[in-house]
């Protein structure tokens, strides 16, 4: 049985901001094992930190992020006052920290001109201890990374299950599947969002890959009880 990672899902929004650089830092300084976060581009083509397409849900702004330049978008705050964080400043807190990232393409509404090349650039300007974990829902985004750097983990998020998930990843060359629910195979898998203890547990038995949660310190405490 393998050891599942239990990442923390955009920070740990049960207590500070998500996808806020404070609930970042109290995820590295507080013994999480992963951190999982997602990525837009600025319409002049800066990748931030942030879930959903628009403002609306998690800033004082509103609209598309795809519409701002970068210093439209930091005049707005997230419910903590923090401006909408850079991946470059999350990139800074996580380099030479002995935990895995896993960083979201987020593409599968909106597919920003050049964002593989961009964020698949930067990431190489620091040093990680692990190396990063890149997914996406966008089937064609992990193509499109695949052409720039082979090298690196790409892993395909769904919401629906893959009737053949080995055939799936060896025919296109993928590091793992990020199911919703659980894949009756025994190949690399992280699953989301899991914030349901009994859930949790089951998944510690099975020894799947990763949970994504949105309570890593609770999940930690379930997994040293399992």
Avoid at 81 to 91: K, T
Avoid at 162 to 184: Q, R, V
Wanted: overall charge positive; proline content about 4%.
């Amino acid at each position: 049985m393998g050891q599942t990672i239990v990442f923390a899902h955009r920070g740990l929004p049960v207590k500070f901001a998500e996808n806020s650089l404070q609930g970042f830092k109290y995820a590295v300084e507080h013994g999480a094992e992963g951190v999982e976060f997602d990525v837009h581009l600025t319409k002049d083509k800066v990748p931030v930190v942030m879930h959903d397409e628009t403002l609306d849900r998690t800033t004082n702004g509103t609209g598309y992020i795809k519409d701002y330049t970068l210093n439209e978008i930091r005049k707005f705050h997230l419910e903590n006052g923090e401006p909408v964080p850079l991946l470059s400043e999350l990139f800074e807190i996580l380099q030479d920290k002995d935990l895995y990232i896993n960083l979201e393409f987020k593409t599968n509404k909106i597919h920003d001109v050049g964002i593989e090349v961009i964020v698949l650039s930067l990431a190489k300007q620091y040093h990680f201890v692990h190396p990063i974990i890149f997914s996406s829902f966008n089937y064609q985004t992990l193509k499109n990374c695949q052409k720039i750097d082979a090298q690196q983990q790409y892993c395909f998020l769904t919401k629906m299950p893959i009737p053949f998930p080995a055939h799936f990843i060896a025919k296109n060359h993928f590091a793992a599947i990020h199911p919703h629910w659980y894949l009756p195979s025994k190949i690399t898998q992280r699953i989301w969002t899991v914030d349901k203890v009994s859930t949790a547990k089951k998944y510690f038995k099975l020894g799947v890959a990763g949970i994504f949660t949105n309570n890593f310190e609770l999940m930690n405490r379930v997994k040293q009880r399992v």
